[in-house]
Nanobody
Framework: QVQLVESGGGLAQPGGSLRLSCAASGFAFGTLPMSWARQAPGKGLEWVAGIYYDSSGRYYPPSVRGRFTISRDNANNMLYLQMNDLKPEDTALYYC????????????RGQGTQVTVSS
């Protein structure tokens, strides 16, 4: 079965950095697009990054463009999200998603890793 296990979340100061990781198993990871999404308390799910199966294309919304970088290691079934210049509004539960767009009906999410940005 599909398993997505996120790690790397925690507490960061404004302006700081964190790197999230996602270990994927149970499906042909290297053949599918993947993404990261987040959900802050009381808010809906937000798509924060997407990557093509071969890393040839990426998507970022304006809220994180220039600060976040999505990457993948198909040899080891790993997905990453490098987050720089973190802001308090980046505080959320971050999910690794098996899908290009997390709102797709067939999208599958992991359990999430909490990111808190505060001084």
């Amino acid at each position: 079965q599909v398993q997505l296990v996120e790690s790397g979340g925690g507490l960061a100061q404004p302006g700081g950095s964190l790197r999230l990781s996602c270990a994927a198993s149970g499906f042909a990871f290297g053949t599918l697009p993947m993404s990261w999404a987040r959900q802050a308390p009381g808010k809906g799910l937000e798509w924060v990054a997407g990557i093509y199966y071969d890393s040839s294309g990426r998507y970022y919304p304006p809220s994180v463009r220039g600060r976040f970088t999505i990457s993948r290691d198909n040899a080891n079934n790993m997905l990453y999200l490098q987050m720089n210049d973190l802001k308090p509004e980046d505080t959320a539960l971050y999910y690794c998603v098996k899908a290009w767009d997390p709102s797709e009906p067939t999208a599958v999410r992991g359990q999430g890793t909490q990111v808190t940005v505060s001084s």
